[in-house]
């Protein structure tokens, strides 16, 4: 197996990622089957669907206010894939920097992901973040 996915997951997987840094919410959506999945380290810490990517975002943003958070950035490096058929899992290793009300703390972690073939075309089922610090 080589160190990086097949090519559509690997651009999946960097458009959720590219989607959050840059809090473009139609691309971090655009990722994302129907039915998907997010399990996250903030209250109400599980989202089912449906439009759970979206009831994340909102949720994001209030948790965003509430903190005073002015900046997220995750940077990641990938770690286990595996695809069998018309599924696939892989984790990916992350160090995510937020600053809050003017102070920079980094959170490690890693990202877990599912995902399935919807018509050929490959979805993000479900995301779960896991902190390690």
């Known amino acids: 197996m080589s160190s990086k996915p097949p090519a559509e997951i690997s651009a999946l997987i960097e458009n959720h990622i590219n989607g959050f840094n840059s809090q473009n919410n139609e691309l971090f959506v655009s990722v994302f089957s129907d039915t998907a999945i997010i399990i996250d380290g903030i209250a109400p810490y599980r ?12 949720d994001v943003e209030k948790w965003r206010a509430d903190l005073g958070v002015t900046y997220e950035h995750l940077s990641y490096e990938m770690g ?10 892989a984790v990916i290793s992350g160090t995510l920097s937020v600053t809050i009300k003017g102070q920079t703390v980094a959170r490690t972690g890693t990202l877990a992901y599912t995902f399935s073939k919807h018509a050929d075309k490959w979805k993000i089922d479900s995301q779960a973040w896991g902190r390690t610090s």
């Open 80 to 89: 286990f894939w595996n695809i069998e058929g018309a599924y696939a899992y």
């Open 47 to 58: 989202w089912l669907n449906p439009n759970a990517p979206a009831n994340w975002l909102a």
